[in-house]
């Protein structure tokens, strides 16, 4: 099994910084196969990212994926109040999923 | 647009099974282009795959779960379901249903709102 981990854990910013959320892979997951979700409270995780760097039908071009092999960001450019939330990576590799345990972004 | 209901008992007796349904409406489940997933979340806590059923019947399970999981599909009703069995406290959580698209490289594009399970006697 693939386990990703997140970093970091929490990120304490202002409406409009920049935000860089990293996930890192035990093993290359290739770059085909990586997505990023936004969770807030009481509510169902949002498709952000899929295929690493490609952004989902309405997803603002604030939000960025990059990376490949086992090394991939998503990067916010200037935090909305709306984004503050959880952000969750994900993998598909061989026909099993894995989740990352996320990163909480809040308000500083 | 097409939508992912999940519905089932919120309460559970240690031991017993649960089981959950998942209705889509506004698109076919008869699609070569679509798994139908379920994920769930314990309170405060990160999200788990459960595992996912193609139209066909063809199902991919976690290891973790295997034993105690089973996922249908009846395409009559475009539901599918989710039986997991022996639970135990650690089963407590929100269970979502979600599809997960090969348009989109494999990635979950549409999710259930969630629904809360708890195992208690």
């Known amino acids: 099994e693939i386990v990703l981990t997140q970093s970091p854990g929490t990120l304490s910013l202002s409406p409009g910084e920049r935000a860089t959320l990293s996930c890192r892979a035990s093993q290359s997951v290739g770059s085909s196969y990586l997505a990023w979700y936004q969770q807030k409270p009481g509510q169902a995780p949002r498709l952000l990212i899929y295929g690493a760097s490609s952004r989902a039908t309405g997803i603002p071009d604030r939000f960025s994926g990059s990376g490949s092999g086992t090394d991939f960001t998503l990067t916010i450019t200037r935090l909305e109040p709306e984004d503050f939330a959880v952000y969750f990576c994900?993998?598909?590799?061989?026909?099993?999923?894995?989740f990352g345990p996320g990163t909480k972004v809040d308000i500083k | 647009q097409v939508q992912l209901q999940e519905s089932g008992p919120g309460l559970v007796k240690p031991s017993q099974t649960l089981s959950l349904t998942c209705t889509v409406s506004g698109g076919s489940i008869n699609s070569a282009d679509y798994y139908w997933s379920w994920m769930r979340q314990p309170p405060g806590k990160g999200l788990e795959w459960i595992g996912y059923i193609y139209y066909s019947g063809s199902t991919y399970y976690n290891t973790s779960l295997k034993s105690r999981l089973t996922i249908s599909v009846d395409t009559s009703k475009n539901q599918f379901s989710l039986k997991l069995s022996s639970v135990t406290a650690a089963d407590t959580a929100v269970y979502f249903c979600?599809?997960?698209?090969?348009?989109?490289?494999?990635?979950?594009?549409?999710w259930g709102q969630g629904t809360m399970v708890t195992v208690s006697s």
């Open positions: 979600a599809r997960r698209t090969e348009l989109l490289r494999r990635a979950f594009d549409i």
């Open positions: 994900q993998q598909y590799f061989n026909f099993g999923v894995t």
